[in-house]
């Protein structure tokens, strides 16, 4: 079985479709496991949970999800995540609504925790330092955590009880999942942030046990003037390009 993974697809259509051509053309994506913000910043959110939603998949809600069912509140966000949260709820369908309502934060399966932000608190609290790494491992008992949430892709070692270690996630090298558990962020689809504008994403193989990294260009100037057209913030938009 492979799955593809992906998280923060932030309503990125153009992006979305170029991580599932990509994936496709090195293998048949038997689920796609999506590590939640699949909604909110960019111009397609109805078109991006139709495709989800249409194949096998596994899926947790992030932080801008539920803000745009009203699960959580808005005005936890900054102006332009506002903003781009309250268009984004006027989009969406009714059976899509519900379907994100009746999402689940973290999911457990095989050997893999699911979450958006870190297994402590999944919708809010983002993995990206010693401490918060450290409290993640102690708050979840499968091998593996899989999660998003920075949009900056990493895999984070359990070193011992008391020390973690962060690593790059290579690209495009086959990592073989053995009983080390590991904290694997797979990067942004929609939105990177790592100064990368290349849509970020993994490939889990469960018959040999491993894990790759890609990246795959995507036309971005085709999602920035679908996002001006309804007025979706600037500084949105620009971000795209520097992958920022
Ligand atoms: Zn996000």
Redesign the pocket.
């Known amino acids: 079985m492979r799955a593809l993974i992906v998280?923060?697809v932030?309503s990125n259509l153009e992006a979305f479709q170029a991580v599932i051509n990509d994936a496709e053309a090195r293998g048949p994506v038997d689920e796609i496991w999506s590590l939640?913000?699949l909604i909110?910043?960019g111009p397609d959110p109805a078109a991006v949970m139709e495709i989800l939603m249409g194949r096998p998949h596994q899926a947790v809600a992030?932080?801008?999800d539920l803000a745009s069912v009203g699960k959580i509140s808005l005005e936890d966000f900054n102006q332009y995540a506002y903003a781009a949260n309250k268009w984004t709820s006027g989009q969406l369908s009714a059976e899509q609504t519900k379907f994100i309502e009746d999402q689940e934060i973290r999911l457990e399966f095989d050997e893999f925790t699911m979450v958006h932000g870190s297994p402590r608190d999944p919708v809010w609290e983002y993995v990206v330092s010693q401490r918060t790494a450290l409290a993640s491992f102690r708050h979840f008992d499968t091998f593996w955590c899989l999660l998003?949430?920075s949009?900056i892709p990493f895999i984070c070692h359990s070193t011992s009880e008391e020390e973690v270690t962060f690593v790059e996630f290579p690209l495009d090298v086959e990592l073989t999942l053995k009983t080390n558990r590991l904290i694997i962020n797979p990067g942004?689809v929609g939105?990177p942030r790592d100064g990368d504008p290349r849509a970020s994403f993994a490939v889990y193989d469960s018959d040999r046990s491993t894990i790759v990294h890609h990246r795959v260009e995507y036309d971005i100037r085709v999602t920035q003037d679908k996002m001006r057209a309804v007025n979706l913030p600037a500084p949105l938009v620009d971000r795209l390009s520097a992958g920022q």
Request: proline letters at 0%; zero cysteines.
């Open positions: 998280s923060d932030h939640g913000d909110g910043y992030g932080n801008h998003g949430h949009h942004s939105q």
